[in-house]
């Protein structure tokens, strides 16, 4: 899984998450017995940071459970890998089932979930699109794909064509999952379980721009993270929030991309008209109770562009803060939800 998010980033006192060039697992124990554990998983860096730790607390230990735990992750439901579940699954053929991990299920679950929910903006069948439009395993394109090739690709696609019940996942065509808008988030999760069943109360965890927080920072304060402007030029910070007890996530349309004919293609693609994006919104983040949740959505409503994804947010009350513009202009709104959070 390439990593399609980096716009959580630290500076001037921001917590965490600048990428880690150090070694797998590594583990640094501050002078306040706070840990700072980094490194690499799917396709991206990953960034723990443990505040008001116990002197129980094995850090060396700890690092080697949270690399375990989202090796794990990546080993189930990784398209790059040809023995993961989720590649198993993609080679069967229309009318087939395979049993699945639990938690394959349970991402799958909330995939399918957040595709209803959006009328198919967040769809986990686009792998086909990903792939031909060269953002997936078999690489980059140059060229543009013909209309006939986006049809074809769009043939068997569509979410209701996936079901899962009991942890029988079955497809009535030839759909393929690609999981890459929601696994990493997922993989957050799975690290901030583990914190938790080893009595850790106060923690950061970051995988590829993906943020889940509990209790307060080495400072004694909330979690504080910047929004970064979406500019490939630079690094700057749209919005400073402070987060104990929540998810974060962006989606963004502005650093992974290609050209031809003189156009940019971002890497995101519309699963409703099978083309990348064209609309001026360039990042949307979402803050929910679960990164698996805030990854999802937050993708889905970067697809429906402004107007539609704030309709959207106000709709079902999600916290949302959107990113509008082109060439270093740009503005932001921000929902309702994620006004009162930070109200007081």
């Given at each position: 899984m390439l990593s399609r998010r980096d716009?959580?980033?630290?500076?001037?006192?921001?917590?965490?998450?600048?990428?880690?060039?150090?070694?797998?697992?590594?583990?640094?124990?501050?002078?306040?017995?706070?840990?700072?554990?980094?490194?690499?998983?799917m396709g991206t860096t990953?960034?723990?940071?443990?505040?008001?730790?116990?002197d129980a607390v094995d850090g060396e230990g700890l690092a080697s459970r949270i690399q375990a735990s989202l090796d794990r992750v990546e080993s189930l439901m990784s398209t790059y890998r040809p023995t993961s579940e989720l590649s198993l699954f993609n080679a069967d053929v229309a009318g087939s089932s395979r049993s699945v991990t639990t938690d394959t299920a349970r991402v799958i679950e909330t995939a399918l979930a957040v595709a209803d929910m959006t009328d198919g903006a967040f769809d986990p069948t686009v792998g086909p699109?990903?792939?031909?439009w060269g953002f997936g395993p078999n690489g980059g394109r140059a060229d543009l794909p013909a209309d006939a090739e986006i049809t074809t690709a769009m043939a068997d696609m569509g979410y209701h064509n996936i079901s899962i019940a009991n942890q029988e996942l079955a497809k009535t065509t030839q759909a393929r999952l690609d999981?890459?808008?929601?696994?990493?988030?997922?993989?957050?999760d799975k690290v901030a379980e583990l914190l938790e069943a080893e009595g850790i109360e106060h923690y950061l965890v970051e995988v590829g721009g993906e943020v889940r927080t509990r209790g307060l920072s080495p400072e004694d304060r909330a979690w504080r993270l910047g929004i970064e402007k979406p500019n490939p030029a630079s690094r700057d910070i749209q919005r400073i929030v402070g987060l104990s007890g929540q998810a974060l996530a962006s989606s963004g349309n502005y650093r992974i991309f290609f050209e031809a004919d003189r156009q940019r293609y971002a890497h995101i693609i519309d699963p409703r008209s099978g083309r990348p994006l064209t609309h001026d919104l360039a990042s949307a983040t979402v803050i929910a109770k679960t990164t698996m949740?805030?990854?999802?959505?937050?993708?889905?409503?970067?697809?429906?562009?402004?107007?539609?994804?704030?309709?959207?947010?106000?709709?079902?009350?999600i916290a949302a803060f959107l990113i509008?513009?082109?060439d270093g202009s740009f503005t932001d709104a921000a929902s309702p939800a994620f006004e009162r959070l930070f109200s007081a």
């Open positions: 716009f959580i980033r630290g500076a001037n006192g921001i917590a965490l998450t600048i990428p880690f060039l150090g070694l797998i697992g590594c583990d640094d124990t501050s002078a306040d017995g706070a840990h700072s554990i980094s490194g690499k998983t990953y960034n723990v940071k443990v505040a008001r730790a116990s699109l990903v792939d031909l999981l890459s808008g929601i696994a990493k988030g997922f993989g957050v949740q805030a990854d999802a959505l937050s993708t889905a409503m970067l697809v429906m562009g402004t107007g539609s994804a704030m309709a959207f947010a106000r709709d079902h009350d509008s513009g082109r």
